[in-house]
């Protein structure tokens, strides 16, 4: 299947975007509790204040879309705060729809957690609501909106809601000059029956899942798009970045999109990588590209050592000249920019881990969670399955707290899911067919018929959602509640 009917965008540099006005916020009594996300009128002033409302994006020259966002602006405000310091969030609903903040890769309740099915409180349309919580663990971490969209693509991740947080630890060494916030986004999805998958194109590993007779039905409608950037700017507009030879440059490096996995590269540099999900890994490793699943983040040191005029962008031809890029410039250099195709290994997770048993104590259970499609099970859309059935599973997923389980996800159809626990950090103990140990993360991509297992310790009693960060499999039945005895 193919991308039909590509455009190509370009063009020189250009300003952001346009501030929406902040309308009066409907506010609502009731004192909120500590870590909670109660309504509230509130007399001391909050620690951030993010305001979701319409926001008109500049992406390249002459191309203005319509989304919305925080604080008048796509990504969001970056919130840096100190792990353990108790934080108070103002957020101020100037939309006419309800909406969810989650708190991606944080420990947090479930009632402040930021997703319906945990029993978060929606800040209501042209309303507001105080969230308080105390910020951990440490590391890079984001937000976004956590509405569903279904069959609307001007909702939840469709729209320009994300942001980076940062969660400080204090400890960091600094061994860098420059530090970076880098999104990778997708813009003005639609559906389409000829949506591209670079999935089984660039993927080949193992694949113990793939069923012996394949299912032959044609899919429903599946999101795509033709529109890219990092950041708010496609490839070609907007100011470059601009180094100096020798620099070290600390990249925190975000997929915020809703519907791919995405592979980046620099020509002529190589990433170490620090951090997967912002956890330190225990083997940090060079790597010539990066791939990043929606939901997942990763931190790299990268050292300028080739003078010249880079692009740094995707390794996908398409999505690339579709905007999904920016340029890298050295001092004193000028010259068209440069892109070059790094060679294709496998992003492999194990080669940031160690050798020998998981960090943590054997597994309590083993809970073996199989995934499949159901070709337009849902009408004009695909239908996700989760040990047979969508989304709800009533008491099908019971936690003892304290205890410690193994997940074991296979994956047995033909695309790559980036899976996303809330509230908890798990430790992957099997990727692509051999056992690993020591890389800590909430997000994980399991490849299309592939299977990956992950360990986690039942220590965040309450509501805890596991889904595909994939919008559309999300919302068409591609998740779980866990529940805590």
């Known amino acids: ?239 470059p970045i601009r180094v100096k030879q020798g620099e070290r440059v600390l990249m925190h490096l975000l997929n915020a999109s809703a519907i791919e996995n995405k592979r980046i590269a620099l020509p002529g540099h190589r990433f170490q990588v620090l951090a997967l999900d912002g956890n330190p890994v225990p083997t940090p490793q060079f790597a010539e590209a990066v791939m990043l699943g929606p939901g997942e983040r990763v931190d790299a040191i990268v050292e300028m050592n080739q003078p010249g005029v880079w692009i740094l962008g995707g390794t996908d031809d398409m999505a690339r000249n579709a905007g999904l890029g920016t340029i890298v410039e050295y001092a004193n250099q000028h010259r068209e920019p440069q892109w070059v195709a790094p060679a294709k290994p496998v992003w492999d997770y194990a080669v940031f881990g160690r050798a020998g048993a998981p960090a943590g104590p054997a597994p309590d259970q083993i809970i073996q969670m199989v995934f499949e499609k159901l070709p337009s099970g849902a009408g004009k859309f695909d239908l996700w399955l989760v040990n047979g059935k969508p989304y709800p599973h009533e008491q099908e997923f019971v936690l003892k707290q304290g205890a410690r389980y193994r997940l074991v996800f296979h994956n047995r159809t033909d695309d790559a899911h980036p899976l996303h626990l809330h509230r908890h950090s798990f430790e992957i103990t099997e990727h692509r067919g051999k056992p690993m140990a020591g890389v800590i993360k909430d997000t994980v991509i399991v490849p299309l018929f592939g299977r990956t297992a992950v360990d986690f310790t039942a220590d965040q009693p309450g509501l805890t959602l596991f889904h595909c960060h994939i919008q559309q499999h999300m919302d068409f039945g591609f998740k779980a509640l866990f529940r805590y005895a």
């Open 1 to 239: 299947m193919k991308r039909r009917d590509f455009i190509k965008l370009g063009g020189a540099a250009a300003v952001g975007a346009g501030a929406a006005k902040l309308l009066p916020a409907q506010m609502q009594s009731g004192m909120p509790m500590q870590g909670s996300s109660a309504p509230a009128a509130e007399t001391t002033k909050a620690d951030f204040t993010l305001q979701i409302a319409p926001v008109a994006l500049e992406l390249a020259p002459n191309h203005i879309i319509s989304t919305i966002g925080y604080n008048g602006m796509c990504p969001g405000p970056l919130l840096r705060m100190k792990e353990g310091v108790p934080v108070t969030v103002d957020v101020i609903n100037d939309t006419d729809s309800p909406e969810f903040v989650h708190w991606h890769g944080l420990f947090v309740p479930a009632e402040v957690d930021g997703a319906e099915e945990e029993g978060t409180p929606p800040v209501p349309a042209n309303g507001r609501r105080r969230y308080q919580f105390t910020p951990k663990p440490a590391g890079t971490r984001w937000y976004h909106s956590h509405a569903m969209a279904g069959a609307d693509l001007h909702r939840g991740t469709y729209t320009g809601q994300f942001g980076f947080l940062m969660i400080d630890s204090g400890n960091d060494p600094g061994r860098y000059d420059q530090e970076l916030f880098l999104a990778l986004r997708d813009w003005e999805p639609f559906f389409s029956s000829e949506a591209m998958d670079t999935d089984e194109q660039e993927d080949q590993g193992p694949k113990p899942e793939k069923p012996a007779v394949m299912d032959t039905r044609p899919n429903g409608l599946e999101v795509t798009s033709m529109m890219y950037s990092i950041n708010d700017k496609v490839l070609g507009a907007g100011e």
